[in-house]
């Protein structure tokens, strides 16, 4: 057996059964290879950085890792800053870059690059394959590396020569560091703060948002009086009708600082610091009050989810939490506006859907406007890296085929990876995407003044405008085989969006909306 | 005076006028200062990769380098790819990366990364700016590195407090590291190599394939009797009727090596000994025949025109060399196959144009078809890296306002980076596109079993195959403003270059071609 059938064989037989790929001539045997191993189920991107916000959307939702697969190290630079994303929302992912034979590297072939020095930022392991023989139980490490809690990026890479070379044996999968628990003294402390009756939040991320945490939080709050706020940028978060209710923070610094300044302690659950998203001149970047303490009861590599309901325990807190009423708002009418288009989302979500949101300054209303709806699954780009909201529904879509998944999309954001929408084409998935087109980077036209820059003349404004020329998005979507329509009233976004979610498979609305004033 | 202001002041009075840029929030008082520098022409590209390969095209035909503006060590990543090609072609270029104020960055916020690490592979030079005071002088620095033969990366962080901090003070353009003579015993050496009367040949890349380097290295072959053979992907290769053809060493392992067989001799001239551009199973990697002996006569540092000039001074060789007739193809007619576009363009290509192929396996019969044309510039990719073509068209139509730009695009390596389209359309650049459309990954179809991995089973095809949806060029491009035609017969391909070549501005053509057999 060469080496990339073992490396595809172990991988599936240690549950990863997904590669999303976009491959080159170093790679040819592993593309080979997927004809011999039936399960590894191979998706094509037409370009990098869409396979790995797929492999991150994809694990967000199925919990197990996909592999990506990238050509040397030019493909995974441009596939990298969906890679941070992930690392960022603490998703497991294989990534297999190929590169050049082992023998043919010290040649300096046009290709070759130090793929070590990219990969190092996002990679919490590394490793290179050195022989056929390695590679089955270097992809096994991989895999029960990705697993470590809370999810990790494993970067394997895959020579040439060690991809077609015979003498490879697959190896069993490996089983992965287990959660660890945190101590007892750590929550009997957090307990004891939470008791002294002084205000305090419990600021959730990560693995707390999802609903066993969720629901644990919501009875301490409810026995202690506890606030809590979910962090600004979630990598999923459960939410609608039945769940406890959670609020986000605020993403403009003095909106967040405000929103924590009642509480004299923060007690962190799987989430740093809430810290600015960027300086400001003149203003803090912490936004934790000076005089208010921060906590830390779980993180990282521990059981988030045992901690919180070890807490509750502790305290008590066997009152059922309140839960947020089904509750929908009206469907709209009249213009088109962003506030429209959340009362349009909120009032037709499907049952079980999954949001992917990256539609920035324009998805400001789509919080409240969705808190009753059915219950569902929220992602957002924990990274702050644009260009992943339609990878990572195209990766949510893969996971769970049978949900719908919403993708709520910025008109500038939506151009760093429009190839997206084709694979989401080829491959019939059950997907929504709605691009708020207000012809703009409305978020740095605001960020322009808050960061003391001015006003902006019109050299600077033009570098915020994407009316010159106009961007065309239901062309660019059939251009890419995807069916599309255009709404500018809110009556014709309802139509758009009764029919998209009645019919499953690929759609794309383009929201004419105006930019933020 | 803030840093941005000062940094920016400094790049014009270096000579860098042109900043390709993808801005965020971290970059908005560089945006902000470009209403201060009226000689700085801010370029919006809707991704980082086309910004970065932009610069290349640009500073490959400007001579002097552009400026990119990127956001962060994600934005960083994006650009990667093109800036791989661009050190691969000895391109001078400012990489510029926003990056969170300095005191900011232990907060680790969302976007922080660790950008030395992404941008160690291709930057010859890496400084982070520590305060407003130091920054002109930092990018005095960067220009004059980024200038030092044969034309270098410079990477400049800038973080966002030394942007906006008053402070700053322009600092005075710095002299570049001049080109090193060549000794004079190598040329003695090499001249004596090239009268020994065996057979030689002269592998010219870089700087040696522009008009004084070819006239110089003709006369040499006139003179002696030795060949002369140009890299497989030139930065810049000048050519056309008038001057002397030279034909670049074939792309297939096999096919190169045969060439250069019969050369007891391999004589570089600003190129590395030839190798395969991927290692294949039971191939040798290098090029050269085993019993030939590679000499260099210039490279990297050196002064590569004066040391061709002195070796041809050494020989005598006096003799005006032959230069290529002018001579154009008949217009195609009937069926449009790759070998049509071909002699279609011959036929027509306008007096000093500028060609960027990433035609890739639909551009074969492009050399000979406008060996004859008027005389023109030819960039490649020599990176390897695809991607590049669209983005390089934009840089050099930038730079040469002057120029029709032609740019030979294949299908799938228009994929990566469509967003070119939409600022050749907002700058109203002089740019005609043609996109190969085979709906396929051809070359990797031709790879698998070149690579010894078969024929490939149904799964295997799949990953090549780029006709599940069929991708539409024409609507693609009209959907980022840029008009379109689409081509399927000969004399379709014929009116439509006919009618972009007659007016200046932006159009596409969308080539329908059969794949390779």
Known sequence: MNGARA????????????????????????????????????????????????????????????????????????????????????????????????????????????????????????????????????????????????????????????SWSEGAALAAPRPPPAALAVPDAVIADIAAVLR???????????????????????????ATGAAMIAQTFPARLERGAGLPAIDRLPYF??????????YRHVILVDAAEPVS?????????????????????????????????ALADRLDATRSPPLAPARRPQLPTGALTVEAVAHAVGALLPERAIV?????????????????????????VPGGSIGDGVPLALGAAIACPDRKV???????????????????????????????HNA?????????????????????REMFSLSRPSLDFVALSRSMGMSAGRATTADELVAELRRAFAEPGPHLIEAVVPPPA
Request: charged letters at 15%; proline letters at 6%.
């Open 440 to 460: 703009a980077y409305a978020i740095l036209r605001i960020e322009l003044s808050r960061t003391g820059a001015g006003a902006g003349g019109p050299r600077a």
């Open 356 to 380: 992917t949101d990256e539609a920035n300054t324009s998805g400001q209303g789509m919080p409240s406007a969705t808190a009753g709806a059915p219950r569902h699954d929220w992602l957002t």
């Open 253 to 262: 610094a003095e909106h967040a600082a405000a929103r924590l300044a009642p």
């Open 196 to 222: 002294s009756g002084e205000p305090a939040v419990l600021f959730l991320g990560g693995r707390a948002l999802r609903e066993p945490g969720l629901v644990a939080a919501a009875r301490i709050t409810a």
């Open 7 to 162: 490396l595809i064989q172990t991988l599936v037989d240690a549950g990863v059964n997904v590669c999303f790929a976009n491959p080159g001539t170093s790679e040819m045997h592993f593309v080979a290879a997927l004809d011999d191993c039936p399960e590894m189920r191979g998706v094509l991107a037409l370009f990098e950085g869409v396979a790995t916000g797929a492999a991150d959307g994809y694990a967000r939702m199925a919990g197990r890792p996909a592999a990506v697969l990238l050509h040397l190290g030019p493909g995974l630079g441009n596939g990298l800053a969906n890679l941070h994303n992930a690392r960022r929302a603490g998703t497991p992912i294989v990534t297999i870059v190929g590169d050049h034979a082992t023998y043919h590297k010290r040649f300096d072939a046009p290709l070759e690059s130090d793929i070590e020095s990219i990969a190092r930022g996002v990679s919490s392991w590394f490793r290179a394959s050195r022989t056929s023989r390695d590679v089955a139980g270097d992809a096994a490490d991989a895999v029960a590396a990705a697993l470590g809690p809370p999810g990790r990026i494993a970067t394997l890479v895959l020579p040439a020569d060690v």
């Open 277 to 309: 998203f960027f300086a400001y001149p003149g203003k803090p970047s912490q936004l934790v009050a000076a005089g208010s303490t921060v906590h830390r009861l779980a993180g990282g590599p521990e059981d988030v989810t045992a901690a919180l309901a």
């Open 406 to 436: 919403v993708c709520l999309e910025a008109d500038g954001s939506a151009m760093y990876t429009p190839q997206a929408l084709w694979t989401i084409a080829r491959e019939q998935l059950d997907v929504t995407t709605i691009v708020f």
